[in-house]
């Protein structure tokens, strides 16, 4: 079988999303009910996010325009204010992107060649001769918990925690050490890998963040970032083992990494307590009692249809073919890649593109036979690649806050939620601090309970989930920044990111 290269092909939405931090440490920030622009959040929120929309880029610049998520744009008045709306010309709205050695940005009108500029408090755009008040820190808004693949090595990164290096060197992301969290502080950057130690300037593995650990990180629309120590040493793959650590020399761009989400790989259980595996390059079976590398899929849905892709670890897609039987050799554009999901208490049910449900059959193949999904057409399915959530709604990360004494919604920055799996799709909830999760009478959460609880996760697209707590109710971010679990239907505000 050809070798499947693991990148996707164009940058997703989410990719160009960015939260832009003015001289002042405020953010650019969409005033819903003003129809004005201005930098006084101290976060980064659905209101501080903008999607860079390229038309033009070339070395140190682009033309661009900035897209609130409500779907109006950035705009550049005559006489100097700014403000939000759609674009009247080819060119109102646009502006002309620098990039600085510093990984500060400007913005410089295209019509009036004025730049976007903040005094702390209120945006405008009067004047033409450059200054440190015209400069933008960007900070990438997708979530927290990320991949970095370099492009000239076509592998990602790696943290090996025996002897505590980061390695470029894995060519399929589904491992979780291939998984970072990267932490915003004080205008820089730490990464945390997935046992918990952080990246440093030493090239090694350190138990806490510290100034050691802080990089300054450049970014380019498309998700493109580069990290510095801030003193002329980049971060690169060096050596024939391709070592993460600082240099001061790159070669045509070993510096730039590209940042994607981290991917969810998964485990399928059949019935007969087998996991399901790809033989042979393209057969599905049940067969093995252990976890595999075969026996990995990446689960891919956008969120918005139950519609399911589900990829094996050979790059191509499990697909239905003759006699109803599937196949590990599908390509993304096919429709017979497609099948609907299901959920029954944890357990996924998978409905083929002809509407019968996929089962183990007698040989151990997995087949697309049962017209009505019984106990064979259930799968337990596990998180493969995520000793742990972070989870973001619809009001910021959940997490803990010296001002509360339950556990918030609207955090600037995740907590770590550790999964202790116990059965197929339940798992115990455990906090940093070692203790459990316990859910109080009215469906609030405070993380220094005693006793392990059962929470049911159920995923409902490529980095969504919904989470059904041990007092039979659905867990939703709570517009008063409160995290609570009392909807009996899904609702937006029951997904969350991770």
Known sequence: MDEVEWMPRQPKAEDLRVGLISWAGSYLTFETYKNTVTATAKGLGRRQTWEILVSNEHDTQAVVRLRSLQGLYLLCEANGSVCYGRPKTSHHGCFLLRFHRNGKWTLQCIISGRYLESDGENVFCTSRVLSAYHMWTPRPALHAH????????????????????????????CLEECGFLLHFQDGCYHLETSAHTFLSHLDRLVSEPSTQTAFHMQVRPGGLVALSDGEGGMLYPQGPRLLLSLGSNPHRGEEWFILKRCPTWVSLRSKTR????????????????????????????????????????????????????????????????????????????????????????PNGLLMANATIPGPNEEFGIRLANRP??????????????????????????????????????????QAQSGSFWSITSFGTFRPWGKFALNFC??????????????????????????????????????????
């Open 274 to 361: 087998k996991f399901l595996s790809v033989i042979y390059d393209i057969e599905v079976c049940a067969a093995s009692e252990h976890v595999i590398p075969v026996s990995l899929f990446q689960f891919e849905c956008d969120g918005e249809s139950p519609n399911l892709q589900i990829r094996s670890a050979n790059g191509c897609y499990l697909a239905q073919r003759r006699h109803r039987t599937i196949l590990a050799d599908g390509h993304p554009l096919e429709s017979d890649t497609f099948f609907r999901m299901h959920w029954n208490c944890g357990r996924i049910i998978l409905q083929s593109p002809n509407g019968r449900f996929l089962g183990i059959a």
């Open 388 to 429: 742990f959530l972070a989870l973001r709604g619809r009001y910021g990360y959940v997490g803990t806050s010296s001002e509360h004494d339950l556990l918030q919604c609207n955090m600037d920055q995740p907590d770590c939620i550790h999964l202790l799996p116990c059965r197929q799709g339940i798992y115990h909830f």
């Open 146 to 173: 990320v991949i970095l693949y370099s492009p000239l090595n076509h592998c990602y990164a790696r943290a090996d925690p025996t002897i505590g290096r980061v390695w470029v060197d894995t060519p399929i992301p």
């Open 457 to 498: 996760i159920e995923l409902q697209g490529s980095n969504l989930l919904t989470v059904l707590a041990p007092n039979g109710f659905y867990m939703r971010s709570d517009r008063s920044g409160t995290l609570v679990a009392d909807s009996e239907d899904i609702t937006r505000e029951c997904i969350w990111e991770f």
